[in-house]
């Protein structure tokens, strides 16, 4: 059978074994496996989030309510924008697969950093556009705004903080890039990593009410997975001006989220303790990280987020390193496949990262 | 902003208020709301279900494992199949985007029955193929093939049983059909209802073992979201060829399902005994609606599903007798959006179907 001819440019995805089983043939215990690989919430998720979802758990035969207003309107009171400003995806990811696929297409050209987060390549092949990718390891504006200008690239990627590397852009310099943008370039302000950023450092914050408020061509995304604590409901949002947001809706398919991940995502938004907490126990163990990394004498990205990232040293291949520690139960994320001699680590729990520098400090 | 032409032609999707509030605005207490529209499952989901997803509700934090293999395993058995024969998707309507996404585009035809499920011309119009319809309201094979050697579509859907009128098609026929049809077409066959059609009538049970084996271009769509009360969780599977499933893969998104979808779903796939007495409790349901249609001297369709369609008489008008219904409470689906004069019913609890009998007689 022939399928279309855009499919032959798409990488099958080869699903493997769980690589928690592939641990275990290894000989080691389940409970003496550690994934670090991920990035999800080392702290598990809210326990308001746990004891509302155990209450409906009966409720898993009905479908959810499909226009979400009451996950809609609690997005729309956090970041004071209208309810007609936001769209629910099942994931972030599933926003982005809208954008691309009601604004791309085979003949147009999508911009993103040399090393950001591997969906925007992913669902850009879905349409057959072609790839723009800068040079320079950070977000360089300068460098996006020049290729912009020869190329016109129909959408243009900004992951702030960015995935895998944890680095941030000013706030102030984004929105100054976003000025010199023509209005047609719809431009993504991916900001899945958002919470943790504007902890470390209000400089780095981005709101999506002053992008919505500023521009009509800016789409903000962010996320339930990372500082909420629930990767595994697989609920994000996107936040722009309205136009954009009805346009996206004509390619969201009825019920893209659970019944049970309306509920959580809605109670997570509520429980702004559990984020603080979580975002400060991050930016604590991340310390460890940073003196690891000094003691070690490897370069550490400054993070934003909840991960770090560890640049080896030419001597330290990073597929073996990723690979020895695979071997010992612990499983991070070798970012050959970026071009990076580097392994991204989540920062887990104070237990989990002792660990890891145990085991580290063995290979390294 | 411009958007792709394509979506011109897409419809927007105005989610309005949850019916379910709409209804209060009548004076009527949320206690007194009953919803016979959706074909959900009114025995609610399988205890065994509730008490695997209780047990892992502090894993919510956790991606699922996106090899999927406990529950492709489980339905490999089930249906005696290999593991590279199936593909899961966030409700089976996620498997008509990826196919309708893998094989057609603007320059497509795709052929489907005059009334059946609206997800395929939804999808359809994502990517602007042309859509053709059949002109009799229950599948006829010969009207399908006689458009298929004209116009060669590239997907044929065939609805069985079909969803909105009830009615399915002979499994012997259907595999005489699917021998005429080249190869290089694609043949779906949605068995959504299906574990209700095999109880009432044998003749009617397509086997996927049967497609798979005897079709290298035929696939089988299934759902936990009827018979197994999941409507709530989006899971759905195809069943194929390792080619085709090999392509749908490729878009598919990572963690296109959460992980309490995929611990629901493969122990509902274990526990039989629920489906068996939802199924048994339905057809003895559905022998009320029977009768009850006869005393009104209204048509029924002989339905295979979860649900009747009631085919009112020239003076009883669907959207009116709906709105009536609605106003005391009572949400069905008018179907006078598909060209019938007719309502669609879900069969509920023995209490919610006197309910309906005793609110319809008044406005029949």
Same mark, same amino acid.
């Not at 326990?47 to 609690?74: E, R």
């Not at 629910?88 to 090393?115: R, T, W, Y």
């Given at each position: 059978?022939?399928? /279309? ?6 990488? /099958? ?12 043939? =290894? ?21 308001? +989030?746990?004891? #509302? ?17 009451? !996950? ?6 956090? *970041? @004071?924008?209208?309810?007609?400003? &936001?769209?629910? #995806?099942?994931?972030?990811? $599933? ?44 977000? @360089? ?27 941030? %852009? ?15 370039? !719809? ?31 800016? %789409? ?14 697989? &609920? ?18 009825? *019920? ?17 303790? *559990? &984020? ?19 003691? $070690? ?49 989540? +920062? ?7 660990? *890891? =520098? ?7």
């Amino acid at each position: 059978m022939n399928f /279309n001819s855009k499919m032959k440019d798409i990488k /099958n995805y080869e699903a493997g074994k769980p690589i928690e089983l592939v641990v275990r043939e =290894f000989g080691i215990e389940p409970k003496d496996i550690i994934k670090l690989a991920s990035n999800e919430n080392p702290n598990g998720c809210s326990k308001k +989030v746990q004891d #509302g979802v155990s209450k409906i758990i009966s409720k898993m035969a009905l479908y959810p309510d499909d226009s979400m207003i009451a !996950l809609k309107s609690a997005l729309s009171k956090r *970041f @004071d924008v209208g309810v007609s400003n &936001v769209i629910i #995806g099942s994931g972030s990811d $599933q926003v982005i697969e809208f954008l691309i696929h009601a604004k791309a297409n085979s003949e147009s050209k999508i911009l993103m950093n040399s090393i950001t987060f591997a969906m925007y390549e992913i669902y850009a092949k879905h349409v057959g556009a072609e790839i723009l990718r800068t040079s320079s390891q950070e977000h @360089d504006l300068d460098e996006f705004y020049k290729i912009y200008k020869e190329e016109k690239p129909s959408i243009i990627f900004l992951c702030t903080p960015n995935n895998p590397t944890g680095d941030a %852009i000013e706030a102030t310099k984004l929105f100054e890039f976003l000025k010199k943008i023509d209005s047609d370039t !719809l431009v993504v302000v991916d900001g899945a990593y958002m919470e943790y950023a504007l902890v470390k450092d209000s400089s780095k914050e981005v709101k999506p009410k002053d992008l919505v408020e500023e521009f009509d061509n800016v %789409i903000y995304l962010g996320t339930f997975s990372k500082a909420y604590g629930l990767g595994g409901m697989r &609920v994000g949002y996107g936040v722009a001006d309205a136009k954009i947001i009805k346009e996206l809706y004509k390619l969201r398919p009825p *019920f893209n989220i659970t019944t049970l991940s309306l509920e959580a995502a809605t109670i997570a938004l509520g429980d702004e303790e *559990f &984020v603080n907490k979580s975002v400060v126990n991050n930016f604590n163990e991340m310390k460890r990280y940073e003196e690891f990394a000094k003691e $070690q004498k490897i370069d550490i990205i400054n993070s934003y987020t909840n991960f770090v990232t560890l640049c080896l040293n030419p001597n330290q291949i990073s597929s073996v390193i990723a690979d020895l520690l695979l071997k010992k139960g612990m499983i991070v994320r070798d970012l050959s496949s970026y071009g990076m001699n580097a392994i991204r680590v989540t +920062v887990g729990t104070q237990e989990q990262n002792s660990r *890891f =520098f145990e085991l580290a400090s063995e290979i390294l």
